[in-house]
């Protein structure tokens, strides 16, 4: 299958826990390429503390690995913003890096809990910023551990879900596996992505995009790889 398009990539080199070199960084969009995607955007972290990321940091990275190979997929850049105060804070004053398109944004959060203003805060950001939350790899966020449905309200309430592809055969865990089993039964994920963070990181994605295809079909594959993702790019909830 061909067409691809990854939302959630750590490519661009020696930013965060991703790529360390610009030939790591290619050698994960080949791997990328061969499997299918011919569109990749870089999703760099943007967390205070750990990887305190701004805004221009982040692009002149990206702009430090261009020009890129002829063969590989095309590139993109936004980011993976952890959604604490300071990050909320940027993304209202529009000092963030949503998707292509600035209709939807990645967001990923503490591993055991939610904020307790998520709702009204991802109502601000559709309200003030007009941007579709896009909640990363919600299979390893212990809250949905405990309680799928907190996703199930969320939804309801605007946002969209990416899968960790590689979530489904295992990289993280048994929980987190059981999780993303549980919410793609549910129909709750609204596109899928790599989430690669090195070039051996693709063969769990390829391996989770056969799992699929075997349980649920090609048409499957295409809407968390290609539909979903130009959806969310266009600002829209895929159903």
Same mark, same amino acid.
């Given at each position: 299958?061909?067409?691809?398009?990854?939302?959630?990539?750590?490519?661009? /080199?020696?930013?965060?826990?991703?790529?360390?070199?610009?030939?790591?960084?290619?050698?994960?969009?080949?791997?990328?390429?061969?499997?299918?995607?011919?569109?990749?955007?870089?999703?760099?972290?943007?967390?205070?503390?750990?990887?305190?990321?701004?805004?221009?940091?982040?692009? /002149?990275?990206?702009? #430090?690995?261009?020009?890129?190979?002829?063969?590989?997929?095309?590139?993109?850049?936004?980011?993976?913003?952890?959604?604490?105060?300071?990050?909320?804070?940027?993304?209202?004053?529009?000092?963030?890096?949503?998707?292509?398109?600035?209709?939807?944004?990645?967001?990923?959060?503490?591993?055991?809990?939610?904020?307790?203003?998520?709702?009204?805060?991802?109502?601000?950001?559709?309200?003030?910023?007009?941007?579709?939350?896009?909640?990363?790899?919600?299979?390893?966020?212990?809250?949905?551990?405990?309680?799928?449905?907190?996703?199930?309200?969320?939804?309801?309430?605007?946002?969209?879900?990416?899968?960790?592809?590689?979530?489904?055969?295992?990289?993280?865990?048994?929980?987190?596996?059981?999780? !993303?089993?549980?919410?793609?039964? #549910?129909?709750?994920?609204?596109?899928?992505?790599?989430?690669?963070?090195?070039?051996?990181?693709?063969?769990?994605?390829?391996?989770?995009? #056969?799992?699929?295809?075997? #349980?649920?079909?090609?048409?499957?594959?295409?809407?968390?790889?290609?539909?979903?993702?130009? !959806?969310?790019?266009?600002?829209?909830?895929?159903?």
């Amino acid at each position: 299958m061909a067409g691809f398009l990854d939302l959630h990539c750590h490519w661009v /080199a020696g930013i965060d826990d991703g790529a360390k070199t610009v030939a790591d960084g290619i050698a994960i969009l080949a791997a990328l390429g061969k499997l299918g995607f011919e569109r990749v955007v870089a999703t760099p972290h943007m967390r205070p503390g750990l990887f305190d990321n701004t805004k221009p940091a982040l692009v /002149a990275a990206f702009e #430090r690995m261009l020009p890129l190979p002829a063969h590989l997929p095309q590139v993109e850049l936004a980011s993976e913003h952890y959604f604490d105060d300071v990050v909320f804070t940027r993304l209202l004053a529009g000092e963030g890096l949503p998707y292509p398109g600035e209709r939807a944004v990645l967001l990923e959060f503490y591993e055991s809990d939610f904020p307790l203003s998520l709702d009204r805060r991802f109502a601000d950001l559709r309200v003030k910023r007009r941007l579709v939350p896009v909640i990363a790899h919600p299979e390893r966020y212990q809250r949905i551990w405990r309680d799928p449905d907190v996703l199930e309200r969320l939804v309801d309430a605007g946002a969209a879900a990416l899968l960790d592809t590689a979530a489904l055969v295992g990289k993280y865990g048994r929980k987190p596996r059981k999780t !993303a089993e549980e919410l793609l039964e #549910r129909g709750l994920y609204h596109a899928a992505c790599s989430d690669a963070h090195r070039a051996s990181d693709v063969d769990e994605v390829a391996e989770g995009i #056969r799992l699929i295809a075997k #349980r649920y079909g090609d048409e499957e594959v295409d809407f968390l790889f290609r539909e979903g993702p130009l !959806a969310l790019l266009d600002g829209r909830i895929p159903e």
